[in-house]
Nanobody, 125 residues
Framework: QLQASGGGLVQAGGSLRLSCAAS????????TGWFRQAPGKEREFVAA????????YYADSVKGRFTISRDNAKDTMYLQMNSLKSEDTAVYYC????????????????????WGQGTQVTVSS
């Protein structure tokens, strides 16, 4: 089970940190990622991190502003979001996929079969 938290209302240029807490399974066996869905739009990839946390991958739209990380000892993944823009407004979802290798990561939505409930991020301009 995945539980996303940390969303809220922030002004453009501000920062937020999202968390995704996992329970019920061995978190370190899973590659994880963040996705988002804005009103009227398709869900899109934001960032992914490998099982061991050593590899990361970002959508071009967030590269240089967002940082994904994880703490396997705490069964938690994070998304630090800086320099937020109004176009970052969306519901953010965390997801996990069983991965055979520590360095595996998945940028594609179809790879994930475990999803959190989403947390709303609203950026006011």
């Amino acid at each position: 089970q995945l539980q996303a938290s940390g969303g809220g209302l922030v002004q453009a240029g501000g920062s937020l940190r999202l968390s995704c807490a996992a329970s019920g399974r061995t978190f370190s066996n899973y590659a994880t990622g963040w996705f988002r869905q804005a009103p009227g739009k398709e869900r899109e990839f934001v960032a992914a991190v490998s099982r061991n946390g050593g590899r990361t991958y970002y959508a071009d739209s967030v590269k240089g502003r967002f940082t994904i990380s994880r703490d396997n000892a705490k069964d938690t993944m994070y998304l630090q979001m800086n320099s937020l823009k109004s176009e970052d407004t969306a519901v953010y979802y965390c997801a996990a996929a069983l991965a055979g290798w520590g360095t595996t990561l998945y940028p594609g939505m179809s790879n994930y079969d475990n999803w959190g409930q989403g947390t709303q991020v609203t950026v006011s301009s």
